[in-house]
C-alpha cells in the first residue's frame, strides 16, 4: 500500500449532508484531513501550469487582473455548458491528485482521509482503500444550507443536481456515517476510528 502503508480514506457526501463536520470530527481523533475542495481552489491560484490550462480553456477572464480567481465567470461558463465543466475538472482532478500524493507522503498515523464532494462521481473513490459516505435526510440536508448560504430551496436543489443521490453512492461506500444528532454522529465517528486503527493491512 502506498505512502508507509498507511491507509487511504475517502470521505464524501452530497451538500448538507455534513460531511466537513465529520471530517473535523476524526482531525479532533488526531486523524489528519485533505479537504480536496478547498486545496483545489488554491492550487487553481498556485499552480501556474494548470493557471495556464485553465485561461486555455475558458479564456483570460477565468482570473482577475491580480491574479485571482473570477469565480462568477467561471460559474457562468462551467454550470450552463456539462462538457466544459467536465473539461475543466479533468484539468483540475489531476492537479489535485498529485498534491494529495505529495501531501499524504508527509503525514503520520494509520490512515489519513481525503474530503471530497465529488468522490464517487469524478472516480476518484477507487484511489482510496476505504470509502466513508456521510448522509442525512434529503428535507434536513435543504433545511441546512438555505440556512448556512441564505439560498433559495430552489437554488439549493439546482445545486443538488449536480451530485449523485445517496441511493447511487451507498452501494459504493465501506462505511455510512449518517449525521442527523450531533453526539450521535459524534459516537459513530469515535467507534470507526477505533475499527480503522485496529485494521491490519
Known sequence: ???????????????????????????????????????????????QDLVASIKSLLGQ????????LNRAFIASKVFADAELLQQLNQLVHPAVGRDFSKWAQEQEGSYVLK????????????????????????ETRLERVMK??????????????HQWPDEQKIPLADFVIENIDLEETRKQVNSLHKQLISFKK
Not at 464532494?117 to 435526510?137: C, M, R, W
Not at 441564505?150 to 443536481?161: C, H, P, S
Open 115 to 138: 474530503e471530497a464532494a465529488i468522490l464517487f462521481e469524478n472516480g476518484s473513490y477507487k484511489q482510496a482503500d476505504k470509502n466513508i459516505l456521510v448522509t442525512a435526510p434529503l
Open 61 to 68: 477572464e477565468a482570473y482577475t487582473t491580480d491574479g485571482r
Open 148 to 161: 448556512r448560504d441564505g439560498a433559495t430551496r430552489e437554488a439549493v436543489l439546482a445545486r443538488m443536481e
Open 1 to 47: 500500500m502506498p505512502y508507509n502503508k498507511m491507509m487511504i480514506l475517502g470521505l464524501t457526501g452530497g451538500i448538507g449532508s455534513g460531511k466537513t463536520t465529520v471530517a473535523r470530527f476524526f482531525e479532533a481523533l488526531g486523524v489528519a484531513v485533505y479537504y480536496a475542495d478547498d486545496r483545489a481552489k488554491r492550487l487553481m491560484v498556485q499552480d
